[in-house]
């Protein structure tokens, strides 16, 4: 089965995310809302994730469970995003107002990997 290259990038950019948490993971600590016990378990958990259903996207035998996993994590790391727009300390000192789209854009990168679990 051939898969359209829009799920090819979105398994990109999840891969190199996941990547990311690794190379970078302060960045990732920074925004861990801190009544998260261990937020170092949490940003390998969420890294390791990211790749693991990035790479389970490009497999037409997976794209369907990777998909409905990435959904799950969106809904997990939600609360980095908020806590992202109520935390000055975690905000990277974005403009309030670009913390604010980021909150309606899971919804978005929901519904473009809802795409894949029909």
């Known amino acids: 089965m051939n898969l359209p290259w829009h799920l090819y990038l979105m398994a990109f950019l999840y891969i190199i995310a996941?990547?990311?948490h690794f190379r970078n993971p302060k960045m990732y600590l920074k925004i861990i809302p801190p009544f998260?016990?261990?937020p170092n378990l949490i940003n390998i958990l969420s890294g390791a994730s990211e790749i693991i259903l990035?790479?389970?996207l490009t497999f037409s035998v997976t794209t369907r469970f990777?998909?409905?996993g990435i959904i799950a994590l969106l809904i997990a790391v939600f609360p980095a995003n908020l806590f992202m727009f109520q935390n000055k300390k975690a905000s990277f000192n974005l403009p309030k107002w670009i913390l604010f789209v980021r909150l309606p854009l899971q919804l978005v990168l929901i519904f473009w990997a809802?795409?894949?679990t029909l």
């Open 114 to 116: 809802y795409q894949y």
């Open 66 to 68: 990777a998909a409905w």
């Open 36 to 38: 998260f016990k261990n």
């Open 18 to 20: 996941g990547i990311n």
């Open 54 to 56: 990035g790479v389970l």
